[in-house]
């Protein structure tokens, strides 16, 4: 069953051209030059219930706009989409009570209470019953092991520790749609695991539809089957996160370390060099090359260690993005 | 309508447990409330004791009309005048007004009373005093017909000002830095403490009937003293319907506007 579908959806933003300075200023109060902004262009998609999957793309190239639209928080200028059967611009309250929205840049928590209270708000807000609302709580509390901080103030917080709470205010009512905008986004490494996990049960015990947009690539390969990639507005890839590795990984990264001091005459040959030491290089050599000149490395320079890996997805969605420019 | 009131029973709350969770800050709070206070009363002894016959008031009226003001300007300051002139464009401006239009509540109600200031009420113990005074003073015999009928009007007056608020604050939707909106809202406000009775000519004509800020405490007066023309309550009544619906139209086409904030 579909949960979400966007049909050529897009929106543009209007604005006014500053010209800098103070001469500048006043003139712009008389005359200024209107722009248009095309954020999202006509993009089309269609997302399963249960299914998770991830936004990708760079600063300014829709995504967030994209799940405005979808949220109801913007109007699109053209085009249609559809969560749970609803338009969600009509900002209908029956829709409104089945889906959550999460962004990692702005909080929706009372900054100088306890999280608690504002959960209790968002029980009157959504009209939670209390033994749900209890049940639901000591859930995501033990999940995201927040129990202990309940009583605290928000400001005491670390950014960690907030955007559980910010997580958990939005699930009380358990959404069956959750839009996630930069859930980790300025997390440290150990916080931003942890949220991942959080997601990855929660998604896998409630079936909840996740929508997610991430700067990090190890948000979405450790969380998402599929990955929708947009750039300036436009979708570039929808599909799995496999196929594009396998799509776009035509190469595969050498690390050689040496015995002995080398010079890069010697390794030129091999691959495109990408980092030079003289007794360790990085290789970047096509797939159908890598068994071949592994060999003839092993066999000609004095080899310490040789390792091959594949390419990072995220050097490969850089790919994309730079191809797209 | 039993959720709305359990949600402003929690902003009622929250807010006062919020001005409570800095101690020195509470304590200034209260300090420059009861200068507040203070001040009003002062005001109030210097323009309606120190005033001859005004436009036809005589004392006692004078002094209906302005606890009339008053009292209007308690319930607004203690609802939602703060929220819509000067926090609903600083959510706009901050883009937090996203959250608003993602809530299974409606956005009017959200950032018309978002932050009940429990702390303004010390001003409506001088309005309750001032009207204990009224009526063991000045008021003498009154029908329930009169007194009923200054609620109603109270009522409209309240409803009239509401929506010039909506209006006024939409702007804020398009213009985001919306600094001038409240100080703009609070002098017509101010305007309406004095009996539309010294206007002539023109103005008269404007504040009776084009922008009739009248309702604010005239007219609820002089209904409770039995001085007004019924024809123009009926016109009042029109108009504050018609107004009421401009507003909501006018608050819903700035909805469709907002184009928040970039993350």
């Known amino acids: ?325 | 309508m039993r959720k709305y009131l359990k949600i402003i029973w929690i902003f009622s709350k929250v807010n006062l447990q919020n001005e409570m969770a800095y101690r020195p800050s509470f304590f200034l709070a209260v300090i420059g409330k009861t200068t507040r206070m203070l001040i009003l009363i002062l005001v109030f002894q210097v323009i309606y004791f120190n005033t001859p016959l005004l436009a036809g008031w005589e004392y006692k009226d004078i002094f209906l009309l302005a606890i009339t003001y008053l009292t209007i300007e308690s319930i607004i300051i203690t609802t939602f005048h703060r929220n819509l002139s000067y926090y609903l464009p600083d959510l706009i401006k901050k883009g937090n007004f996203d959250f608003v239009l993602t809530k299974p509540l409606n956005p009017l109600f959200y950032s018309s009373f978002r932050i009940i200031d429990s702390m303004d009420l010390t001003s409506s113990f001088l309005v309750i005093f001032l009207w204990y005074h009224y009526f063991t003073h000045y008021a003498g015999t009154f029908s329930l017909l009169s007194l009923i009928l200054y609620l109603l009007l109270l009522g409209l007056g309240l409803i009239f000002l509401f929506s010039l608020l909506v209006i006024i604050a939409s702007s804020a939707f398009w213009t985001v830095n919306a600094t001038g909106l409240g100080r703009f809202f609070e002098e017509i406000v101010r305007t309406g403490r004095f009996p539309t009775d010294v206007f002539k000519g023109a103005f008269s004509f404007l504040f009776l009937y084009v922008f009739p800020i009248a309702l604010i405490a005239t007219v609820p007066s002089k209904a409770f003293l039995g001085t007004i023309d019924w024809r123009y309550l009926a016109y009042l009544a029109v108009f504050t319907f018609i107004f009421t619906l401009i507003s909501k139209r006018v608050w819903n086409h700035a909805l469709r506007h907002y184009s928040s904030a970039s993350s």
Request: charged share 25%; hydrophobic share 40%; net charge positive.
């Open chain 1, 1 to 325: 069953m579909i949960a979400i579908s966007a049909k050529n959806l897009s929106k543009n933003y209007e604005y006014y051209k500053k010209v800098p300075g103070l001469f500048g200023a006043f003139k712009s109060l008389f005359q200024r030059e209107k722009l248009i902004t095309e954020a999202v262009k006509s993009i089309s998609f269609t997302v399963e219930q249960g299914e998770l999957v991830g936004f990708l793309g760079p600063n300014g190239s829709g995504k967030t706009s994209t799940l405005k639209m979808l949220s109801g928080i913007l109007h699109p200028s053209a085009g249609d989409a559809k969560v749970l059967d609803y338009t969600p611009w009509r900002r209908q309250e029956e829709y409104q009570k089945q889906f959550a929205i999460v962004m990692g840049q702005k909080n929706q928590l009372w900054w100088d209470l306890p999280a608690m209270e504002s959960f209790i708000l968002n029980k009157e807000i959504y009209e939670v019953p209390s033994d749900q609302f209890n049940k639901t709580l000591n859930y995501l509390a033990d999940l995201l092991d927040i129990t202990d901080i309940l009583n605290v103030p928000v400001r005491k917080l670390s950014l960690g520790q907030r955007m559980k709470c910010e997580l958990v205010a939005a699930l009380l009512h358990n959404p069956k749609v959750l839009f996630l905008d930069e859930p980790t986004i300025g997390l440290d490494v150990v916080s931003q695991q942890k949220i991942r996990e959080f997601l990855k049960k929660y998604n896998q015990e409630r079936k909840t539809t996740i929508l997610l947009t991430s700067h990090y690539m190890e948000d979405v390969v450790q969380l998402c089957k599929r990955v929708i990639i947009i750039s300036k507005g436009r979708i570039i890839y929808d599909g799995n996160i496999k196929e594009l590795i396998d799509r776009y990984a035509t190469n595969k990264i050498v690390t050689v370390t040496f015995e002995n001091d080398i010079t890069v005459d010697q390794l030129s040959m091999f691959g495109e060099i990408i980092e030079f030491d003289k007794r360790r290089v990085v290789l970047k050599i096509p797939d159908q090359k890598v068994k071949e000149n592994a060999a003839r490395i092993l066999a000609t320079l004095p080899i310490d260690d040789i390792l091959i890996n594949e390419i990072k997805v995220e050097e490969i969605v850089r790919h994309i993005f730079q191809k797209n420019r």
